[in-house]
């Protein structure tokens, strides 16, 4: 199922212009590659199933990324979608990247 380069995130912070709306803020989770492929090819997912129900009800499974291209690499999460799934702590530990 999965490709290569699975990576689980090493720091989150607290971001207000991740997704360019400086009106509320969202959660950046970092992670940290060896890799450098195209970013169209990165994946995320969670073995944690509530993660994976909160997300597609938050977002549709569409999670906004940034500086695929270079290291750190991004998700930007919404208080709403976070909340849902169980805390930042969860969250943070427990959604990889990998790439196909």
């Known amino acids: 199922m999965f490709g290569t380069g699975r990576t689980y995130a090493s720091s989150w912070s607290y971001d207000w212009y ?49 500086s695929l291209c270079g290291n750190p690499k991004s998700l930007c999460l919404g208080e709403y979608g976070v909340a849902l799934a169980g805390g930042i702590g969860i969250v943070s530990s427990s959604v990889f990247i990998w790439y196909q």
Do not use: H
């Not at 360019?20 to 199933?49: A, C, M």
């Open 18 to 66: 991740c997704d360019d709306d400086p009106s509320d803020f969202e959660y950046r989770l970092d992670y940290y590659t060896t890799w450098d492929v195209d970013p169209n090819k990165i994946r995320w997912y969670s073995y944690n199933s509530w993660i994976m129900t909160a997300f597609q009800i938050a977002y549709g499974s569409n999670l906004l990324g940034s």
